[in-house]
């Protein structure tokens, strides 16, 4: 398999960040006395984007009008000031990165965090390695599963999609990976199972991160 560039999805796949976007979420519900969630149920809320967690999140009656907007404008308040508190790269991910270097295979990260907080995360955790491209959602990025980041990403890289896969652990980023027509790649360390992995397009699924290399 020639691949030249990769698109990684952040969150549930290069970053662990399920505790933070928890504990923020979970702050929010406490200040209005309503009921939290666990850690498990919000990987399950995440891999649309941080507005669909907070609506999943949100109790019904508030997940409209100007109830939302209050408590959206709350969540991404205090998740911007602690989205790199216990965010951490999964296991593996760093050998990876480091393998990918020496082979001179470019990088690039496209998530559905807003993109001034997933530039904020990756400045963190990805400083010791060479990022060609990096986006979150914008006014001029659309959400996954539109292509729209994937085709940008390998635009600036020079590759044709053909050329890139992208690795992500949603049912977004592997119809992403269709849409744009580049290998979709699944990891089995994020937020969503094999089974729906393979229902939404993955060609490869992956149990370790280092198990990437196998395939390029």
Known sequence: MNIKGIVFDLDGTLAD??????ESMNQVLKEQNLPVHDIDTYKQFAGNGIHKLIERALPE????GDAFTKNANRMLAIYGENC???TKLYPGIADLLDLLQERD??????S???????QKVIKVLL???NVTFATGTSSTVNRKPNPQGA??????????PKDMM??????ADMETAKNAGMLGVGVLWGFRSADELKASGAQLIISKATDLINHL
């Open 105 to 110: 295979i470019k990088i690039a990260v496209l």
């Open 166 to 171: 992208l690795v992500g652990d949603s049912e």
């Open 112 to 118: 559905n965090k807003l993109d001034e907080l997933t």
């Open 151 to 160: 085709l940008l990403a390998a635009e600036k890289m020079g590759f044709t």
């Open 17 to 22: 960040s399920a505790i933070d976007m928890a």
């Open 61 to 64: 009656n508030l997940r409209t």
């Open 84 to 86: 790199i508190n216990k």
């Open 127 to 129: 400083a010791n390695w």
